[in-house]
C-alpha cells in the first residue's frame, strides 16, 4: 500500500546511542540482510511520503554511509544526548521550515517488523476521521509509528528534554485514532530484544 496524501513528510529517529546494547549500535544490526537503519528508511521511502527526513546523532559520520544513497534529508541533531525530543524537534523543525505540511508520520529506525501497510493505515484513517493524532496499539500500549498533524506542530516542538511523542498522545487521548498494529509491537533495545527478533522470523 502507497501512501496518497501528498503533504505528510516523516521523521526517523535513529541519534540515540544504543546505551543498552554494550556500545555496539543498534542501527547497525542486520535483519535479513539489511541494518535496521537502512530497512526504515528504505520503508520510509517506499512509503511514498512527501519527504523524509533521518535525524541522527551518535555515530553521524558511520550511520550516514548507510542511507546516503536514498531519497531522504540526513540531519544531525548535536544535542541527541539531552533526549528523544530534541531529535523530533529537529526533524520537525526541518520539514516545516520547507514544506506546508498537513502532517508528520514520526517513527523509529529499531521497529524492524514495521511495514509500508503500517504507515500507510496510519495516514489512511488520519484522512478518514480527521483526528490530529493517529497512533498505533500494540500489547495494550500506545505509541509510534504515530502521525501527527499540524494541529499539534507546537505541542511536538515543545517536548521537554527526554519525553518522547508519547507524550503527546496521551495528552490528547480524545483526539487520537488508534490502529492495531502488533508488527510494531518488538523494537530492538537490547541484545535478547535482537535475538528474540531472529527468532520470531526464523524458519520453523
Not at 63 to 83: F, H, M, P, Q, Y
Request: proline share 3%; net charge negative.
Amino acid at each position: 500500500m502507497t501512501i496518497d496524501k501528498p503533504k505528510i513528510s516523516s521523521i526517523i529517529l535513529a541519534a540515540g546511542c544504543s546505551s543498552r546494547l554494550n556500545s555496539e549500535s543498534k542501527q547497525l544490526l542486520e535483519f535479513q540482510g539489511k541494518t535496521l537503519l537502512r530497512r526504515a528508511a528504505e520503508t520510509a521511502v517506499a512509503a511514498n511520503f512527501r519527504s523524509t527526513v533521518v535525524v541522527l546523532g551518535a555515530n553521524a559520520e558511520i550511520l550516514r554511509k548507510e542511507i546516503e544513497d536514498l531519497s531522504v534529508s540526513i540531519l544531525v541533531n548535536e544535542n541527541w544526548a539531552t533526549g528523544m525530543s530534541s531529535s523530533i524537534k529537529t526533524g520537525l523543525a526541518e520539514l516545516v521550515e520547507k514544506e506546508n505540511l498537513e502532517a508528520v508520520v514520526i517513527m523509529l529506525c529499531d521497529q524492524p517488523l514495521v511495514t509500508t501497510q503500517t504507515l500507510g493505515n496510519l495516514c489512511e484513517i488520519f484522512a478518514q476521521t480527521g483526528k490530529p493524532i493517529a497512533a498505533c496499539e500494540y500489547e495494550n500500549t500506545v505509541g509510534v509509528p504515530a502521525l501527527f498533524s499540524s494541529e499539534v506542530f507546537v505541542e511536538l516542538m515543545n517536548l521537554h528534554e527526554s519525553d518522547g511523542a508519547k507524550k503527546i498522545i496521551e495528552k490528547y487521548e480524545g483526539k487520537t485514532v488508534l490502529v492495531a498494529a502488533p508488527e510494531a509491537r518488538l523494537d530492538i533495545d537490547t541484545l535478547e530484544d535482537y535475538e528474540k527478533l531472529k527468532r520470531l522470523t526464523s524458519p520453523a
